[in-house]
């Protein structure tokens, strides 16, 4: 996994609300055996219209947004379906960073597994970067993980909170598998224990 | 004196391998159940790193989303390349990790979980985990059940632990009974109504009440399935004696002394005398009415005698979101919902693909035939409550209506195999998603209970099932 230091990028508006995780990427494509390449799919039927071209409305396809490292979005971003492809498609496309004021469990989780960092921010300065990142190619928005803090183009800043551990594997590019082995004398005895008081299970 | 603990601290707590002193836990999982679609990557990361499956004698697998649900569907050519080969990495990764599995060619295949239960890999008190957020259906028995990414499901594998925090406890009671005509689907749809999707999230759900008592198991699993709709990873049921006399004699079940050590724990699983809740949701059983949806989320819920709202009715990004599901959905604000003509009824998913709800839609169905032109299909959620479908006289009753009768999988849930919707058309639907674009590019999906599936199958637009009774 890439770790997760800094980035200033351009921010791509998306205010819709319960953006699900069939938006971000539709079913179609979750018929790989690869996390890889979903980029050119993330948002498909949002993106592309019945014979495949590009919907110029579409904030991915305008030419200020083409590049977009950062997702500005509604409320209760990535709910629904549980698949990974959702932030493997995002990370491919070459987000980094999403910013909304709530975001689904799951999808929050398996953000952070893939070197992408979720930021929920109260509503009023969600509203406040939504409004810089309509800008365009301009205006960048940087995101300090260490500092914890989300800077507008022009200067505005705004602290965010992150839990401790999974900042540390971000910040780290570590691999949770890794870790969790290190723990391997803990896993056996509850396994023993467990087995002992639960033989059914 | 000990503290008063909730169903969720409990099972919790009995499952805490290590906790790091800024509270995250390695949670240990008893049941890991694998489908096709998320587990491909993580078997492909066990193989690269050289690790192996920690406890393959508590993982099951079995393929259900791809799988076509047409009679022919064990010729190769059913299936696209992309899915024949997904199912085919499934087969050799569970060939290869000795780990539990039932094939496309096994009677026992269907939804994971739909199977789960059914062969009696899920108990109470268990934790269960899946790489679909579907898992919730477990909570009916009293486990902790939850959805997981693909990253997590090789934790899973490798480990046989998850990296979790505490969620906060939150209670959904459901007071005395229910009127007729209403069931397990829109007592969750009701709740999701009231919640919002994201009024669950960070929180587990305990369902209580006297509504949910008087559930069978199946209608527990279908409230419980529904939990992720509403944002909560799991909800969770007591087990009292409808779960031990559902779970006894199953193929994977306790038995002889086991059984009488493991039912002696189960009755300490129920949510202690005070014990708090960080939120606490009632409705009355009597003031919930079948209901549908009209948009393209699952809180887009209303009763059956509504009309399609205003978007300006609603508050802050849901206008604009209410105005975008009603242009997708191709409804007008206003419009009853008894007006809504259908193309498509689909009856299955691991939300409604049991057979109390075959039972349910069969009752509708008996003698009557579906309107003219409208293609509908009735698809078990497994094989075997496909045979006992056809066992009870159900499958003669839906051919005889003019449905489909299909073999298990997810299906038309979300359309990963051939069984789609094409653009515009429009579909009443028992699964559990109306996303855009969810049962196929442009398809338009209304989400509600079999026997009102059913009901609409026979007038061609969705209608009120107690008209019917």
Redesign the interface.
Same mark, same amino acid.
Request: proline share 4%.
């Given at each position: 996994m890439d770790k997760f230091t800094t980035i200033t990028g351009i921010a791509a508006p998306m205010p819709l609300v319960n953006i699900d995780t069939d938006m971000i990427i539709p079913k179609q494509f979750l018929k790989t055996i690869k996390r890889s390449g979903l980029g050119v799919n993330l948002f498909d039927e949002m993106r592309y219209d019945d014979n495949g071209n590009e919907i110029a409305d579409f904030v991915l396809n305008k030419p200020a947004y083409r590049e977009a490292q950062i997702l500005v979005a509604g409320d209760n971003f990535g709910c629904g379906s549980s698949r990974e492809h959702a932030p493997w498609a995002l990370l491919d496309f070459g987000i980094r960073c999403v910013i909304a004021p709530s975001f689904a469990d799951i999808f929050f989780n398996n953000c952070f597994k893939n070197g992408i960092l979720p930021i929920a921010l109260p509503q009023e300065q969600v509203d406040i970067l939504m409004k810089d990142a309509e800008k365009g190619e301009n205006a960048r928005i940087t995101v300090d993980l260490e500092a914890q803090t989300v800077t507008t183009s022009d200067g505005q800043s705004f602290g965010f909170d992150v839990d401790a551990f999974k900042k540390h594997c971000l910040l780290n590019g570590l691999d949770d598998i890794g870790l969790t082995m290190e723990k391997a004398a803990a896993i056996d005895s509850f396994e023993a224990k467990a087995a002992a008081d639960r033989p059914w299970v | 004196m000990t503290a008063s603990k909730t169903l969720y601290d409990k099972i919790w707590d009995a499952h805490?391998?290590?906790e %790091?002193d800024?509270g995250?836990c390695?949670l240990?999982i008893?049941r890991h159940l694998v489908h096709e679609?998320?587990s491909?990557?993580a078997f492909?990361g066990l193989r690269m &790193?050289g690790?192996t499956v920690r406890a393959p004698e !508590?993982t099951i697998a079995v393929p259900d989303?791809?799988v076509p649900t047409t009679l022919d569907r064990a010729d190769p050519a059913t299936m696209?390349e992309?899915?024949r +080969?997904?199912v085919a990495?499934l087969d050799k990764n569970a060939k290869d990790f000795g780990i539990h599995y039932y094939p496309v060619s096994d009677v026992r295949q269907g939804i994971v979980h739909i199977v789960g239960p059914e062969q009696g890999w899920t108990?109470p008190?268990?934790t269960v985990v899946c790489?679909?957020?579907h898992t919730a259906t477990h909570g009916a028995f009293g486990a902790l059940a939850?959805?997981?990414? &693909?990253?997590?499901v090789?934790?899973v594998l %490798? &480990?046989?632990?998850l +990296?979790q !925090?505490k969620s906060k406890n939150m209670k959904v009671e459901i007071t005395g009974k229910l009127r007729p005509g209403v069931t397990a689907k829109d007592i969750t749809l009701a709740v999701i109504g009231v919640t919002g999707?994201?009024g669950g999230?960070?929180y587990v759900i305990e369902y209580c009440g006297e509504a949910i008592r008087d559930l069978s198991m199946e209608g527990r699993m279908t409230v419980c399935n529904m939990a +992720?709709e509403g #944002?909560a990873?799991a909800g969770l049921i007591a087990p009292d004696q409808k779960t031990y006399d559902y779970v006894k004699g199953r193929p994977h079940a306790?038995k002889g002394a086991?059984?009488d !050590?493991?039912l002696e724990?189960w009755q300490t699983l129920y949510t202690d005398e005070g014990a708090h809740f960080d939120k606490v949701i009632t409705l009355k059983g009597e003031d919930i009415a079948p209901v549908v949806t009209w948009g393209t989320?699952p809180?887009d819920v209303l009763p059956i005698t509504a009309a399609v709202p205003a978007p300006e009715s609603f508050k802050? #990004? !849901?206008v604009? %979101?209410a105005a975008?599901s009603i242009e997708y959905m191709g409804l007008k604000a206003g419009q009853k919902l008894t007006d809504i003509q259908i193309d498509t009824v689909f009856i299955g998913s691991c939300t409604n693909g049991r057979i109390e709800d075959l039972r349910a839609a069969a009752a509708i169905l008996k003698g009557k035939k579906i309107k003219d032109g409208l293609r509908a299909m009735v698809v078990p959620g497994s094989g075997l409550v496909r045979a006992q479908a056809e066992e009870e006289g159900l499958a003669q009753i839906f051919i005889d209506a003019g449905f489909e009768w299909r073999l298990a999988g997810c299906s038309m849930c979300?359309?990963?195999n051939p069984d789609q919707l094409a653009?515009g058309e429009r579909c009443a639907a028992t699964s559990n998603?109306n996303?855009?674009?969810?049962q196929g590019?442009?398809g338009r999906t209304h989400l509600m209970s079999p026997a009102m599936a059913a009901a609409a199958a026979i007038t061609g637009h969705l209608t009120d099932v107690r008209e019917m009774m």
């Open positions: - | 805490v391998a290590h %790091a800024d995250t390695l240990y008893d679609v998320t491909p990557q492909e &790193t690790r !508590k989303h791809n696209t992309d899915s +080969i997904q990495a108990l008190g268990m790489g679909d957020s939850h959805g997981i990414g &693909t990253s997590e090789e934790h %490798a &480990t046989q632990t +990296i !925090k999707t994201a999230t960070g +992720i #944002g990873r306790p086991d059984w !050590k493991a724990w989320s809180e802050g #990004g !849901k604009e %979101a975008r979300l359309a990963m653009p998603r996303f855009e674009g969810r590019r442009g």
